[in-house]
């Protein structure tokens, strides 16, 4: 079965540090990986996906960039963090490519103070 | 590409009670999923519906569907303590797009 790893799990930073989420998949191979981000009380925007190693598309533009070096490892990074960023990182795989259903971790929280 | 969008934002009910929430969409689908968020934590995937399905049951959990009027439900039924959560649908292209969710809140 399928596991995510996220971390930190939490995470206090100030405003113009430097940003690093990873996220790593265990049990499948290939996967197609999702960053959402939700702010507080709300719902879940896409930021980045990647379906494999080096290919990473851009939801939404904005401060953060993400990566993927490996075929299981998932990155979400920023140079220079805003107070705007402060948010719930979710990071997610594909169960299965013929039903679309998502596989989440169990998330970072990033506050920027 | 589309989002769902659920209601009512947030819900209060006693223990023992249905819970009945709505989502709608504004284009067609392949599937339609609805996912629950516990406070703080990931989202956990509940059921998945089919464009080509009216209903579907998983435990106590009802869904259905109607692609007429681009509108799904999820009925929890004889609700727990534990069903205390935020519930998203979620519209499903290469991409899951996901609403701002209804807060169920169950009461002892």
């Known amino acids: 079965s399928q596991t995510i790893h996220q971390w930190p799990a939490t995470l206090v930073q100030p405003v113009g540090s430097p940003l690093s989420l990873e996220c790593t998949v265990e049990g499948t191979s290939n996967p197609n990986l999702y960053w959402y981000r939700q702010a507080a009380g709300r719902g879940l925007q896409l930021l980045f996906y990647?379906?494999?190693?080096?290919?990473i598309s851009s939801e939404v533009p904005q401060n953060l960039s993400a990566s993927r070096p490996q075929d299981r490892q998932f990155i979400l990074s920023s140079k220079k963090l805003l107070l705007s960023d402060s948010g719930f990182y979710l990071c997610?795989?594909?169960?299965?490519?013929?039903?679309?259903?998502?596989?989440f971790g169990e998330g970072s929280r990033l506050t920027v103070l | 590409s589309q989002q769902g969008e659920e209601d009512p934002q947030a819900l209060s009910i006693q223990e023992g009670e249905n819970a009945t929430m709505n989502c709608s969409y504004k284009?067609?689908?392949?599937?339609l999923q609805w996912y629950r968020q516990n406070s703080g934590r990931g989202l956990v995937h509940l059921i998945l519906i089919r464009s080509n399905e009216r209903e579907k049951h998983s435990g106590r959990l009802r869904v259905t569907l109607d692609t007429s009027k681009k509108s799904s439900s999820l009925l929890i039924t004889a609700s727990r303590a534990a069903d205390t959560a935020s519930y998203f649908c979620?519209?499903?292209?290469?991409?899951?797009?996901f609403g701002a969710g209804t807060t169920v809140t169950v009461r002892a």
């Open positions: 284009t067609s689908i392949n599937n």
């Open positions: 979620a519209t499903s292209d290469y991409k899951l797009s």
């Open positions: 997610a795989c594909f169960r299965g490519h013929q039903t679309g259903e998502l596989f």
């Open positions: 990647s379906v494999g190693i080096g290919q």
